[in-house]
């Protein structure tokens, strides 16, 4: 470039230079308005028509974006869910072993005499022909041979075997199983068995006791294997015929042996062994 | 330019990336001085800023102005011996932005508006700038082949 060019197009420059400079003293001193006016009559259609397309271009983007917007939602709400549904099962465990523990603690506090030891159902006998339960307490936390095992509502049954960290426990519903027992108003002593089905049956009572339905049977104590006012159930029907030297009661289960899932081991008694002394 | 204007007033500005808009205009101004040279620069960057302040709320020639300053700096580009690299006109573009904004501001400093120059500067320019460096190599290809097409024919001799 020849310094002549250069100087003509400094020239140029100074000249749209001063051409901008001048439609900004005018514009200032408003004496541009009518071409304004003029400018904007012929753009305002052309802006509109552009603004109204860019408008439904960005409205159908905006569609894909709110749809992808969903999706992730969608997927970010199903896994908040799934965790809500996680922890909900385990507060309402929670509480359901909040409600056993107080019941628990309020059979504690209504025996004082006795020391009980927390222990949680882990298995029950796959058989259905014997009616064990299997605890996660043994021998190591302080378990024995016979020691009795009751719910906040009654008698559950006794340690038949232990392990180090777990035992077996007989129900008061097996057939082999027998707890001497009495009548709670009228005194009359029996033996109380277990029977097919969950039900109880007291035995062995004098002909001459009353008993009638709705009476509270307890642990008699008699015998050694149990200790004594320990609830066992409720009479429900009384056999009683002039030709039986014996009546008879049925007996339902105050603790539910179906649902327990926490039981209560009493390990501050210790049953008397006839046999061995 | 004035369509181009139309479009950067009415259409760019939905396609911002946070608070960068594409400076489609001050583009295609820099990138015709760099390949016309300053006189045509000069022309494209006084009528595309005027068809800018014609569509904007600043006062009449303001863009202009700027435009037309930044059209002959730019225009200088030529004569560098960087001009052949692919990534001269992104970087051309860049500083091109920045400047072009500094005499805006100071022109609008100068009639009395409130100028923020940090914010401006950092929240504006800047990604603005960038974002048009990033743009830069498209639409100067496409005024590679308009240049091509409106190059007058070599005369026979």
């Known amino acids: 470039m020849t310094r002549m060019q250069r100087g003509g197009t400094v020239l140029f420059l100074l000249l749209f230079l001063s051409l901008a400079v001048l439609s900004l003293v005018l514009d200032r001193a408003n004496r541009l308005e009518p071409v304004k006016d003029l400018v904007a009559q012929i753009t305002t259609p052309v802006q509109e028509a552009l603004t109204t397309a860019t408008n439904r271009l960005t409205e159908v983007r905006q569609l894909f974006i709110d749809m992808e917007t969903c999706r992730a939602q969608n997927e970010e709400l199903q896994t908040l869910l799934d965790q809500l549904i996680i922890e909900n099962v385990r507060l309402r465990e929670a509480e359901i072993e909040n409600v056993t523990l107080r019941e628990q603690l309020n059979f504690k506090q209504a025996n004082p005499s006795f020391e009980l030891l927390s222990a949680q159902v882990i298995g029950r006998d796959p058989s259905n022909l014997a009616n064990y339960l299997v605890i996660d307490r043994g021998a190591e936390e302080g378990v024995g041979i016979g020691m009795p095992v009751l719910t906040d509502r009654g008698l559950v049954g006794r340690v038949t075997e232990i392990a180090s960290h777990a035992s077996k426990v007989l129900l008061i519903t097996d057939p082999s199983s027998s707890v001497n027992a009495l009548v709670q108003d009228t005194r009359a002593t029996g033996v109380v068995q277990g029977k097919l089905g969950q039900e109880l049956v007291m035995r062995y009572v004098q002909q001459t006791e009353e008993i009638k339905p709705g009476d509270l049977v307890l642990t008699s104590g008699l015998g050694g294997n149990f200790p004594t006012r320990l609830i066992i159930g409720q009479v429900t029907e009384v056999h009683k015929t002039d030709v039986e030297l014996f009546q008879e009661a049925v007996v339902r289960p105050s603790a539910d042996f179906g649902r327990a899932e926490m039981v209560m081991v009493l390990t501050s008694f210790q049953p008397i062994d006839f046999e061995a002394e | ?157």
């Not at chain 2, 904004?101 to 940090?118: A, F, K, N, Q, R």
Request: aromatic share 6%; charged share 10%.
């Open chain 2, 1 to 157: 330019m004035a369509a181009v204007a139309l479009v950067q007033s009415s259409v760019l500005f939905r396609f911002s990336v946070g608070s960068a808009r594409l400076p489609l205009m001050l583009l295609v101004v820099v990138s015709w001085s760099l390949l016309r040279g300053a006189r045509e620069g000069i022309v494209w960057g006084f009528l595309g800023g005027l068809s800018l302040d014609f569509l904007s709320g600043l006062p009449l020639g303001t863009c202009a102005l700027a435009l037309t300053a930044t059209a002959y700096l730019s225009s200088l580009g030529q004569l560098t011996i960087y001009r052949t690299s692919p990534l001269f006109p992104s970087g051309l573009a860049l500083g091109a932005s920045i400047v072009h904004d500094c005499i805006l501001m100071v022109v609008l400093s100068l009639v009395g508006h409130t100028v923020p120059w940090p914010q401006l500067l950092l929240r504006v320019t800047v990604p603005s700038a960038v974002l048009g460096s990033l743009v830069m190599p498209l639409v100067h290809r496409g005024l590679i082949r308009l240049h091509q097409k409106t190059l007058p024919e070599e005369m026979e001799l």
